[in-house]
């Protein structure tokens, strides 16, 4: 059993630049590590994700370019740093941990953390 806490959210004015943190404990990350997030009223969305022991990483259309997923193996913590931010990366970030390959699925991570809330005003 994993336990996933997040920390690092806010509320920001756009433009700003925010660093998630993704704390495991109990055992180390599965496979992979994602972030996913949930705006009001929609359904939660793949953001990022990296190979834990590899390092390599995988990013949504919407962050490509304005975030970095990465990870610090010897403290069981993963990233995610955006910037430049905008209204619209107003939602809940989650973060997940498990082995399948199919990284933007939801349904394949097995543990999930509670979540931090990130706001942008404009």
């Known amino acids: 059993q994993v336990q996933l806490v997040e920390s690092g959210g806010g509320l920001v004015q756009a433009g700003a630049s925010l660093r998630l943190s993704c704390a495991a404990s109990g055992r180390t990350f599965s496979r992979y590590v994602a972030w996913f997030r949930q705006a009001p009223g929609k359904e939660r969305v793949f953001v990022a994700a990296?190979?834990?022991?590899?390092?390599?990483?995988y990013y949504a259309d919407s962050v490509k370019g304005r975030s970095t997923i990465s990870r610090h193996n010897a403290k069981n913590t993963v990233y995610l740093e955006m910037n430049s931010l905008r209204p619209e990366d107003t939602a809940v970030y989650y973060c997940?941990?498990?082995?399948?390959?199919?990284?933007?699925?939801?349904?394949?991570?097995?543990?999930w953390g509670q979540g931090t809330q990130v706001t942008v005003s404009s």
């Open positions: 997940a941990t498990g082995s399948s390959v199919r990284l933007m699925w939801e349904n394949e991570y097995d543990y």
């Open positions: 990296i190979s834990w022991s590899g390092g390599s990483t």
